[in-house]
């Protein structure tokens, strides 16, 4: 059974930074993995996705609006995936989830990928 579950979300002010964790269970090693996240009233958009190039070499994509502030990683021996925010916004405030892909990524689109497995989501609040 895959599982994933998240972690470090919290509330913070503006400009502060707050590191998101993603343990995954079940599943060795996923190629394609991302984090998403849903504000209140807004549909879920994908933020960052890591994907497998080859061997150890891994490729990251970034929504616009995070790039330079955001930064995906993964750490394979302990089969998680993180997620370093900084220089926060009120609006990143949202729900964050974790997500792992069957197979490789596809296409260009940092949402782009056989989505099939989902963290709980973990709570991340930017005050101004």
């Known amino acids: 059974q895959v599982q994933l579950v998240e972690s470090g979300g919290g509330s913070v002010q503006a400009g502060g930074s707050l590191r998101l964790s993603c343990v995954v269970s079940?599943?060795?090693?996923?190629?394609?993995m991302g984090w998403f996240r849903q504000a209140p009233g807004k549909e879920r958009e994908g933020v960052a996705r890591?994907?497998?190039?080859?061997?150890?070499?891994?490729?990251?994509d970034y929504t616009d609006s995070v790039k330079a502030r955001f930064s995906i990683s993964r750490d394979n021996a302990k089969n998680t995936l993180y997620l370093q925010m900084n220089s926060l916004k009120p609006e990143d405030t949202a729900v964050y989830h974790c997500?792992?892909?069957?197979?490789?990524?596809?296409?260009?689109?940092?949402?782009?990928?056989?989505?099939?497995?989902w963290g709980q989501g973990t709570q991340v609040t930017v005050s101004s």
């Open positions: 890591i994907r497998l190039i080859s061997s150890n070499l891994y490729y990251t």
């Open positions: 079940g599943y060795t090693r996923p190629s394609c």
């Open positions: 997500a792992a892909a069957v197979g490789q990524c596809s296409g260009a689109d940092v949402q782009d990928g056989h989505f099939a497995y």
